[in-house]
Every structure is written in C-alpha cells, then in structure tokens.
C-alpha cells in the first residue's frame, strides 16, 4: 500500500453541489493530516488540518479522519467554480521530519 | 510578514550543469522543508532542517543533492552535474514548531527545467 492515497480524479461536481474527496493511508503515517488546495502552476495552500477522530469544519469545509479506517476526506459544500482546483491529502511521517503528500485529486466545479 | 520566498523563479540548464536553488523561509520560523513536484506528481520529500541542522535527509535521490541552511534562515538546495529527470519543481516550506505536524507554508517554487 502506497503511503498516502488519492483517486487522481478528475472529480466534476456542478455549481453550488457537494464535492467530496478521500485520502487513505498506511501505519507509517502518523495521524497529522492537512489538505492543501493547489491551482495549476501555483504552490499549495493549506485549507484544513485535523488531528483527531471526527469531523472539524471551517467555512464551506469539513474534514474527517477515522483512524481505525485510516481515510480522511474534505467535503466541500456549497461547491463555486473558484474550488476548481488539485486537492493534494498529506499526512506527518512517524518521525515527525516529513508530510507524505497523495497525488492529488483534481476537482472541477462547473457553473 | 511576509511569507516564504524562493528564487529564481524558473531555472533553465543544461545537463551537467551545477545549480543552486534559494528559499526564504517566514521570520522566525525554525524548521524548514524541501520538497520537489514532477510534473503530474504530487510532492516528494526531499530534506528537513532543524534550525540550521538537518536531521532527516532520507529524501535527497543522490549524491548530487545536497542542501545547507545558514543563521537559521536562508537555505540553498544545490543540484550537482544536473540530469533531465532533475527537472521538476522544487518547493520549500517552512513552520514555526520543529515538527511536520505543524503547519507548513509553502514558497512559490522553482521550476528547473534541464535541456
């Protein structure tokens, strides 16, 4: 198993839906997790961290980490063209040196 | 204040070329991380700094790679006798707490591309 996974998408919700993003991922990643929002040619921006079990929401965004699964996801409500963008899932290393980043799923909201 | 810069912004060598790579990280913040990005790829961890100390340099894919770190700010991200898969592009973040279950806040990047 891959240490951080992501289906690469592309992910196509329209305007104003729900968009809805997973993540899974392996022991060697301690249970730190950060989604980072990246648009193409841009460097990432961190949207949400999360520590522990549950949900935590900021805004639009909801993240969720169920650690006994090892799946964290981001729920985007209320979806706008402008989240058009490559949501990269990033857990801390064991040894707390290091994010391991998925490869990203690509959301495409279209109006 | 202002965040974490990096410069050039585009770097364009040729193979067997040396380069060097320079990031800034925010004021104050003592840990500070080199990542690099493939095309279609998400990050790769390349090295960690603590202060001007590098504990964890597991990422660097050679020999060729090496990083250094001065007055606990500046650091430089050399790539020796560049190679075509070198090109890539290389990211530095940094965090105000010495540990990656801190918020890192990325630079805007170096886009090397070797001919």
């Known amino acids: 198993q891959k240490e951080v996974e992501q289906n690469s998408g592309p992910l196509s919700v329209p305007e104003g839906a729900i968009a809805s993003l997973n993540c899974t991922y392996s022991d060697r990643v301690s249970q730190s997790f950060f989604w980072y929002r990246q648009y193409s040619g841009k460097s990432p921006e961190l949207i949400m961290s999360?520590?522990?079990?549950g949900d935590k929401e900021d805004g639009r965004f909801t993240a969720q980490l169920n650690k006994a699964s090892q799946y964290v996801s981001l729920l985007i409500r209320d979806s706008q063209p402008s989240d058009s963008a490559t949501y990269l899932c990033?857990?801390?290393?064991?040894?707390?040196?290091?994010?391991?980043f998925g490869k990203g799923t690509t959301l495409s909201v279209s109006s | 204040g202002a965040g974490v810069s990096q410069s050039p912004s585009n770097k364009v060598t040729e193979k067997g070329k040396d380069v060097e790579l320079r990031c800034d990280p925010i004021?104050?913040?003592?840990?500070l991380y080199w990542y690099r990005q493939r095309l279609g790829q998400g990050l790769e961890f390349l090295i960690y700094f603590q202060g001007n100390s590098a504990p964890d340099k597991s990422g660097l894919p050679s020999d060729r790679f090496s990083a250094e770190r001065t007055g606990e700010s500046v650091s430089t991200l050399t790539i020796q006798r560049t190679q075509q898969e070198d090109s890539a592009v290389y990211l530095c973040a940094s965090s105000l707490v010495e540990s990656s279950t801190d918020t890192q806040y990325f630079g805007p990047g170096t886009r090397l591309t070797v001919l």
């Open positions: 999360i520590y522990s079990n």
């Open positions: 004021s104050g913040h003592t840990a």
């Open positions: 990033a857990g801390s290393n064991q040894a707390g040196t290091a994010l391991i």
